[in-house]
């Protein structure tokens, strides 16, 4: 194995958090995987990785190796992509990352449309609730809802997403109304456990109270949530679009609006090329006004007043 692949491999590695998930990523052993490391460290004459049953941790040396790797295999990726021209004609696969519930539910139509028009590109609409590295190439484009950390990565704003409290209109009736944060001390409350970054960006406000309330139920999805919650097990903390149908069909009723956090960002994000492909910068072009046409129209759904 050259150079280049395992520097990739070590990328993976770090990217998955074991040498056993990478090796299932790779469709590798588990043993190849470490061999290849082991021999990139006695080429370097370096140990880039301190290993423990734990976790993996990069040495003084690995950190400075890995970040100039990410940039090599970015740069490598880049001239390979020019010349197979990428940057002439739109075409090649197209690698998009999105949260799973927002991008079937208003990214995959505009995909659709999109591969119509374009003949010559094909789509890896890639949903999962977690960030994919843009920067070694894990991806092409990734929307992103949160507030972005300082990563150096190119972002283009679309709107915004509210977080919100929803409950059925049958536990509302059941509990009476609320008209504080307080009044929802004793009602029963669904739970997502998931390390959503989406949820983990929320500002002061409601969406981060804790009323000494009882869980009655935690789910590992915010589709499940939202399900429990129309059945009245309790209302639900969840980003407005992932319950918008649900307020729109009266299945669901949003509360304490006024209360609400500061909406969080929403931005399509990309790697810092020098050139962007002409399929990524195609469907940024096509995709973009869509969007904030579709987030106005979201945001409207239940707005307070």
Avoid: C
Wanted: aromatic share 4%.
């Amino acid at each position: 194995m050259d150079r280049l692949d395992a520097m990739a491999l070590l990328l993976d590695t770090l990217d998955a958090g074991s040498f056993s998930a990478a090796a299932r990523l790779r469709g590798i052993p588990v043993a190849t995987l470490t061999r290849h490391i082991g021999q990139l460290e006695q080429q370097l004459g370096a140990d880039l990785l301190i290993r423990s049953t734990r976790r993996l941790t990069l040495t003084e040396a690995g950190q400075r190796y890995v970040a100039s790797a990410r940039q090599v295999l970015m740069q490598v990726d880049e001239m390979e992509r020019d010349a197979a021209g990428e940057f002439v004609a739109p075409t090649g696969r197209l690698v998009i990352s999105a949260p799973r519930a927002f991008g079937r539910l208003h990214l995959l139509p505009l995909v659709r449309e999109f591969l119509l028009q374009h003949e010559g590109i094909q789509v890896d609409l890639q949903l999962a609730d977690h960030h994919v590295d843009l920067v070694g190439g894990a991806a092409d484009l990734a929307l992103r809802i949160g507030t972005l950390p300082d990563s150096g990565l190119i972002a283009t704003r679309l709107g915004t997403m509210r977080s919100v409290i929803a409950a059925s209109p049958a536990l509302l009736a059941q509990w009476g109304p609320v008209n504080q944060p307080e009044d929802l001390a004793p009602w029963p409350e669904v739970a997502v456990d998931i390390p959503l970054p989406t949820l983990a960006t929320r500002g002061a406000g409601v969406g981060q109270e804790r009323f000494g309330r009882q869980v009655r139920l935690t789910v590992s999805g915010a589709e499940a949530a939202a399900d429990a919650a129309q059945s009245g097990i309790g209302f639900v903390r969840l980003l407005h679009y992932q319950v918008a149908d649900a307020v729109q069909a009266a299945r669901l009723v949003l509360l304490l609006t006024a209360s609400e956090s500061a909406p969080v960002p929403v931005h399509f994000v990309h790697a810092p090329l020098t050139q962007l492909p002409l399929k990524t910068r195609r469907f940024l072009d096509f995709a973009s006004d869509r969007l904030r046409d579709a987030l106005r129209a979201l945001a409207r759904i239940g707005a307070p007043g």
